[in-house]
Nanobody, 121 residues
């Protein structure tokens, strides 16, 4: 079993910062990519940022230059540093990992439970 556990959400004023964390645990044979998605009420879930095994990253256009995704040296924890937050960043943020779950390195998507980020004065 593989689990992703997130932390770090909360209420912040416009212009503020937050850092989200997500740690993968369980029977893991490798992690391909890890990413952050978000979903605001009435909207589809959207990809915010992704990081691959080589450290390559990509971002949603609206968060470029404000958000930074990174992984720890072990590769099992991913972070999302969010700065210059705007009210439109308000959403539930979900961690996603494309993780190999057996010795043949077959992989599938795993999701965290979500963490609420609210940007409001």
């Amino acid at each position: 079993q593989v689990q992703l556990v997130e932390s770090g959400g909360g209420l912040v004023q416009p212009g503020g910062s937050l850092r989200l964390s997500c740690t993968a645990s369980g029977t893991i044979f490798g992690i391909n990519t890890m990413s952050w998605y978000r979903q605001a009420p009435g909207n589809l879930r959207e990809l915010v940022a992704i990081i691959d095994g080589d450290g390559g990253t990509d971002y949603l256009d609206s968060v470029k230059d404000r958000f930074t995704i990174s992984r720890d040296s072990a590769g099992n924890t991913v972070y999302l540093q969010m700065t210059s937050l705007k009210p439109e960043d308000t959403a539930v943020y979900y961690c996603n990992g494309l993780i190999a779950y057996d010795i043949s390195r077959r992989a599938k998507d795993y999701w965290g439970q979500g963490t609420q980020v609210t940007v409001s004065s």
